[in-house]
């Protein structure tokens, strides 16, 4: 009995995968069939992708400004998200920090609002510490403290960016220049032709508005970038200060 069950589920099996074949064989000779017949009927051109457009494009720009322009993004783009990511590291909530302080110096007094402060990263926990390390010394010196340790960590939020910057005028005037440059090689061979013929000046021409469009796209990018990083900055300047109030603040009743 148990070799006919046997029996039975191999035949069962080869007769399924038998009109499977068959169904997979008729359905490749149609799907077979439609392609031929839709390439009979029209030919696709070939598309061209935006990476290769994009490499053409630079190539015939020549070598020499495009390349300089393409460090010119590089460079700029490393900086800026160098920069991103220091400010995002940066970045601390205040509030949380100036609530942990004020708790300390009322339980734990001046040594444990500093251990707090050393727990926390960022340029306001640093700020608070400074201020908090010289508290013995005077509420004016406190506040002197705040003001100048607040200039440091201002440059060190403001460190390279004005690479940045550089770079966003350099795109574009390397490109302009590139156009220029262009543009006196087309009038050379034209000279050198004695004839106005226009695919001598095309060759020029087009090397100069490729420059300047891709001066103009690395400009543009790193404008980008330069605005939120200005604006990151902005922010965390303006919670220094406003904590650096508080902090005084705090200090002035933990005195009385």
């Given amino acids: 009995m148990k070799r006919l069950f046997s029996i039975l589920a191999i035949a069962c099996i080869m007769a399924f995968g038998t009109v499977n074949a068959n169904t997979n064989a008729n359905t490749n000779t149609i799907v077979n069939t439609v392609v031929s017949l839709n390439q009979d009927d029209a030919a696709p051109a070939e598309e061209v992708s935006f990476h290769q457009n994009l490499k053409k494009r630079f190539i015939e720009g020549g070598p020499g400004f495009m390349g300089i322009v393409l460090l010119c993004l590089i460079l700029g783009l490393a ?32 040594e444990a609002a500093k251990e707090v402060c050393r ?31 607040g200039g440091v960590q201002m440059g060190q939020l ?3 960016v004005s690479w940045i910057s550089l770079f966003i005028a350099l795109a574009p005037m390397l490109g302009f220049m590139g156009t220029v440059i262009g543009m006196i090689s087309a009038f050379d061979k034209i000279e050198a032709a004695g004839d106005m013929n226009p695919s001598l000046v095309a060759g020029g021409i087009k090397i100069a508005l490729l420059t300047t469009v891709f001066g103009l796209v690395v400009a543009i990018i790193l404008q980008v970038f330069y605005n939120y990083i200005i604006a990151k900055i902005d922010s965390i300047v303006n919670d220094m200060e406003d904590a650096s109030i508080t902090l005084m603040d705090l200090l002035i009743r933990h005195k009385k």
């Fill in 79 to 110: 900086i800026a998200i160098e920069r991103i990511i220091f400010l995002n590291l940066s970045s601390s909530n205040t509030k949380k920090l100036t609530q942990d302080v004020e708790d300390a110096l009322a339980s734990g007094g001046v």
């Fill in 119 to 149: 727990d926390t990263k960022g340029p306001v926990a640093s700020i608070f510490y400074q201020g908090l390390d010289r508290v013995d010394e005077g509420l004016e010196q406190v506040e002197k403290a705040v003001v100048s340790y």
């Fill in 158 to 160: 403001e460190k390279n």
